[in-house]
Structures are given as structure tokens and as C-alpha cells.
């Protein structure tokens, strides 16, 4: 990724970077926030397809491998300088998608592309829901069932993984935001990034339920 051009070296690392993460947590965790840091500044050297979430899932995952110490690195370059309105964005998809990984049942499989989540967060209309899950909701609700015992093992209850890492995640993104910065200002120019500053926020803590 930081080494000499080479197109197709530099494609075929985007495309595996996600799954190697995933299949060696342990020496990601080694170099978790200088990973995290090239991901963060990382540039589309050629076209690449899917770039944009190749990179964020390597980010995702990395953050999941290693929570605190990426989180305490994403959550303080959100309020350096020199950093674009685009890539602040970035970092506050990173962490809402990591903390809705972070907090699944630890029975759920981890596999390439499971940080993807399952309702609708950083979309454009983040408010929708996925209709053919309300649907199947509405569907089962409505359904009367005669079938003695059981229909289907009841799933055991599992610790959420994101609620000891919340603080982390949540307390740091409230550090400055009131404070206007030489290139970022929440409370003014900068109004659509608190917007999805206070977004993001809000899905930290439904994530961190039952968090003490």
C-alpha cells in the first residue's frame, strides 16, 4: 500500500487487505494504528471497484481487531487539522460500523465483509428501514403457530463486546466539538458534519446498551 507504484500489486492489497486482517487478528493488533493511519490517508492510486468500501470494511476490521487503541486514533484525527470534511466523515462510518460489529452476539461468524451492516447507517436516507426485514417481521408477528414446544433453538444471550470499549468510541468525539478549529467549524461552515457527528453519536450509545 505505502510501497513503490505498482498498479496490480497495489489493486490485488486492497482486495485481500479486509480477509487478512480478519484471519490474523493477532498481528494486526501488532500495527492496528499505524494500519489504521495508512488506511485513513489512503488515495485511489487507479480505478479500483469498490474501492470506497474496500477501504472502510480494512478500516472496520481493524478497528474491531484492536477497538481502544484505533478508536482513541480515529477519534483524535477527527479534530486535527488538515484533514478533509470527506475523510472526518470517514472516520465517523468507521466507528458506527464498528461499534454495531462489536456489539453481535460473539456466536455470530466473523467473516470478510460481516462489518456490513445490516440496517441502514451511513446511507444516504439512513432513516429507512430495510423494508423486506419489516416486512418479514410483520409477516412472522401475524403468524399463528400450532406446532407443540419450540419452533427453533432460543439463542443464547452472549456479552456485548462494544459496551467495556463505549467510553472510547463516544466521550472523545464530545472533546471539541464546540470549539472551532483553524479548518473545522461544527458550529458553523461545518454544520453538515455535526450533523453526522450527533448521528453518529446516537448510534454509539443504542450499541453500548447496558453499558454502566
Do not use: C
Not at 480478519?22 to 492510486?45: G, N
Not at 439512513?126 to 403457530?145: G, H
Amino acid at each position: 500500500l505505502t510501497g513503490p507504484e505498482d498498479a496490480e500489486k497495489y489493486e490485488a492489497a486492497v482486495g485481500v487487505l479486509e480477509t487478512l486482517i480478519r484471519r490474523d487478528t493477532a498481528t494486526a493488533q501488532e500495527m492496528s494504528v499505524e494500519l489504521a493511519k495508512v488506511l485513513l490517508h489512503l488515495e485511489e492510486k487507479s480505478y479500483i471497484e469498490g474501492f470506497v468500501g474496500l477501504r472502510q470494511g480494512a478500516l472496520v476490521a481493524v478497528t474491531v481487531a484492536d477497538p481502544i487503541r484505533v478508536a482513541n486514533y480515529l477519534t483524535s484525527e477527527f479534530y486535527s487539522l488538515n484533514y478533509s470534511l470527506r475523510q472526518r466523515m470517514d472516520i465517523l462510518d468507521v466507528l458506527a460500523v464498528s461499534a454495531q460489529e462489536l456489539s453481535r452476539p460473539a456466536s455470530s461468524p466473523s467473516k470478510p465483509n460481516a462489518s456490513r451492516p445490516s440496517i441502514q447507517i451511513i446511507s444516504h436516507d439512513a432513516s429507512s428501514p430495510d423494508w423486506k426485514k419489516v416486512v418479514d417481521e410483520r409477516i412472522r408477528s401475524k403468524t399463528r403457530r400450532f406446532a407443540k414446544g419450540r419452533s427453533q433453538a432460543e439463542q443464547l444471550g452472549t456479552p456485548n463486546q462494544f459496551t467495556p470499549v463505549a467510553g472510547h468510541f463516544f466521550f472523545p468525539l464530545l472533546r471539541n466539538f464546540d470549539r472551532p478549529l483553524t479548518t473545522f467549524d461544527l458550529l458553523g461552515d461545518d454544520h453538515l458534519v455535526l450533523g453526522r457527528l450527533v448521528h453518529t453519536l446516537a448510534i454509539l450509545m443504542y450499541f453500548a446498551v447496558n453499558a454502566a
